[in-house]
């Protein structure tokens, strides 16, 4: 036997789970196959002949002909349901064409206890050897996908006893998800130690992955830069895995911008298994503020995903949809970013590949479904002004009970991070303890768990994190607790500090503190300070006071017939207070054509609606109260352009591949045999 390699990237710290170790699947071709003919992909006829043989059915499978392989598999069981051959096939095809692990492991267990009870577990005629070994092997792989790392390590460690070469670096992987810190790094260790590249290879990335759940952020950025570096930093040459892996690492010390670089290199790559840069750099993008470009990068995501094989295209389904989530959150739109929070919770990935804990993922669905909610019910309350009272009192109701079951689901969060590790951690922005938490969203904590608790939290991770950059982070963060906790000076003291030391590129996460300080020099009577923040704020991210549910002072300058009755829908809402400073509600209307702009202290334009009375007869009310809802929307969510169809197809669901079936059945996996 001969022997080739694969490098399969296995973990995930990111949105798309790709800080990790890039596994090394060895690959071995039996050399009494190697001139065997290929078939050519004629249909099968009623009677299989020659071809009803359980090598040839393997070998359709490894071609990525799977239901061809299944309709020989499934008729060799007919004759025989304990053919072992026959029922490994069949869990090969429930494996690699299905993505049903359970069912593949169910069919490879039948399968391997027949061999073992005809042969025993060290058969020595070569032909059953051939299966013995395929079997012992695929035994480890789909324990690993089903999460079971104590059978894993068995299976690779009965391998290791019978057949060579044994399984080294990638024993790796499994001891870390079992915390074995010290036995991963020994394993990684002697994989470097073995001098072979696909083992150096696996042992950096795994390294990269553990020291990374060890809590040691530098280490594992160390050894996620010398894993990329290996093969030169090469997009054309190397797998994507390689460079998001070191861009979640750089994520985690608080480079952004070489965490962009990086990512830009990994869509050029070739594709990995496991992660998906688009998804990476539409979340980075996010937090900088750049929904445009963060856009583009998502409607990349499906089509990136379909490139790789059956088993392996869902494994960051759920990474996906928060992404999206907080896509559609951070825009304005709560039905789609509620659409998509919601399908996270429901169905949470696969946990196999990544190294999160699972229940920090589901604090951030629960999050983001919450604030979409929220959101959801501010807009219910914004497009019911000028409507008729039953509208209104309708409205009401429904945005009641959207704050009930935003409640809900923040004692989901709660409960998802009830304990002190992960509740410290969670405010740990960057680190595994904090899973995959954008910045900008930990705040919600706050109003989620109570301010003194969340200030304890905040105050204990920031002991433990020793990070160059991370207390801007905790000033960020404690400020909204002290606001909410009733100390607007201490709130506007830390608040000034973070916005003095966040890296420039956390510009969502800017937004939300200066919003914090605009609030707090309110509540101190401060209109200059307040003023200048909310303007500030306005400008990066202009949804966050309507996420917050704050209002915003505001004095009006009108003009025309009906600027007072737009004036007059535009204080009705709950979006502005009418004061005698603050930012500006310019209204320009009479009865043909109205134009309603919010500006900033210095003149500048955050936001314009312009509006022209319908042809219909639209009375003069109703048309006053279309250009109040219509400055609403252009005022309080950033210009984003993206029809409803659009936004229903970002998950890729609306793709239409040339057979319906592709997806599931006919799409090779690498040779496996």
């Known amino acids: 036997m001969r022997r080739g390699a694969r490098i399969l990237g296995l973990a995930s710290l990111s949105a798309s789970l790709a800080l990790g170790a890039a596994l090394v699947r060895a690959q071995f071709d039996d050399e009494e196959l190697e001139d065997v003919e290929q078939d050519d992909g004629a249909p099968l006829g009623a009677d299989f002949g020659q071809e009803l043989d359980a090598e040839h059915a393997l070998r359709e499978a490894q071609q990525g002909r799977n239901i061809r392989a299944r309709e020989i598999a499934e008729r060799l069981i007919a004759r025989d349901p304990n053919d072992y051959r026959a029922n490994f096939v069949l869990g090969f095809v429930y494996h690699y064409g299905e993505a049903n692990f359970a069912r593949a492991l169910y069919y490879q267990n039948r399968a391997f206890a027949e ?77 470097r130690l073995t001098g072979q590249s696909h083992q150096v290879v696996l042992a950096l990335n795994a390294l990269c992955a553990i020291e990374f759940e060890a809590g040691d952020e530098q280490r594992s950025y160390e050894s996620c830069r010398e894993a990329m570096e290996l093969g030169g930093g090469d997009p054309t040459r ?15 010390v608080f480079r952004l911008d070489e965490a962009e670089r990086v990512g830009r290199l990994a869509v050029q790559a070739q594709v990995s298994w496991y992660g998906n840069p688009h998804s990476e750099l539409a979340e980075l993008y996010l937090r900088q503020g750049r929904f445009a470009e963060a856009l583009n990068s998502l409607r990349e995501v499906p089509g990136y995903r379909e490139r790789r094989p059956p088993h392996v295209r869902d494994a960051d389904r759920s990474e996906t949809r928060r992404a999206l989530a907080s896509f559609f959150l951070l825009v304005g739109r709560p039905d789609d970013a509620h659409r998509y929070a919601q399908k996270a919770l429901d169905a949470p990935d696969r946990r196999a590949h990544n190294s999160r804990d699972p229940r920090q993922d589901r604090a951030i669905a629960a999050l983001l479904h919450r604030s979409a909610l929220r959101l959801r019910a501010e807009r219910r309350a914004e497009a019911a002004v000028g409507a008729p009272f039953y509208e209104r009192l309708w409205a009401w109701g429904e945005g009641l009970g959207d704050r009930w079951a935003a409640w809900l689901s923040g004692r989901v969060a709660a409960r998802a991070i009830a304990d002190d590790h992960r509740l410290i951690g969670t405010f ?135 600027a007072e009755d737009v004036a007059g ?41 312009e509006a022209t009375a319908s042809a219909e007869g639209e009375d003069a009310d109703a048309f006053a109260a279309r250009v109040a809802r219509e400055l609403f929307d252009a005022a309080f969510a950033p210009r984003v352009a993206l029809s409803q169809a659009d936004a229903n197809g970002l998950d890729g669901s609306n793709r239409v591949s040339r057979d319906p079936l592709r997806t599931m059945f006919d799409h090779a996996p690498p040779p496996r045999d």
């Open 569 to 609: 829908y535009v204080a009705s809402g709950a979006r502005f207070d009418t004061e005698d400073w603050g930012l500006t509600v310019q209204i320009r209307a009479d009865r043909a054509r109205g134009q309603a702009c919010l500006l900033d202290p210095g003149g500048s334009v955050l936001g314009c609606a």
């Open 115 to 191: 061999l073992v009870r005809l042969h025993g577990r060290a058969p020595e005629d070569p032909a059953v050897r051939v299966w013995h070994f395929r079997m012992l092997r695929e035994l480890a792989w789909t324990h690993g996908d089903l999460e079971h790392y104590d059978e894993q390590l068995r299976y690779m460690a009965e391998f290791s006893d019978v057949y060579e070469p044994p399984f080294v670096a990638e024993r790796a992987w499994p001891l870390m998800k079992l915390r074995r810190f010290d036995d991963a790094r020994r394993a990684a260790e002697a994989g």
């Open 428 to 562: 740990q922005i960057g680190t595994h303890r904090a899973a995959v938490m954008p910045p900008w969203l930990v705040g919600e904590l706050v109003d989620v768990l109570g301010a003194g608790v969340a200030r304890e939290a905040i105050r204990r991770a920031r002991e433990e994190d020793e990070r160059e950059g991370s207390d801007a982070y905790y000033d960020a963060f404690d400020a909204e607790a002290a606001l909410a906790a009733g100390d607007p000076a201490r709130a506007r003291e830390l608040a000034a500090r973070a916005i003095a030391d966040l890296n420039p590129a956390e510009a969502v996460l800017r937004a939300r503190v200066l919003a914090i300080l605009a609030e707090a020099a309110r509540r101190q009577g401060d209109a200059r300070a307040a003023s200048d923040a909310y303007g500030e704020a306005f400008q990066v991210d202009p949804g966050v006071f309507r996420r917050f549910g704050w209002p915003v002072p505001v004095r009006y300058d009108l003009s025309g017939g009906l």
């Open 238 to 252: 190397q797998g994507a895995v390689d460079f998001t892996n070191f861009a979640e690492a750089a994520r985690s």
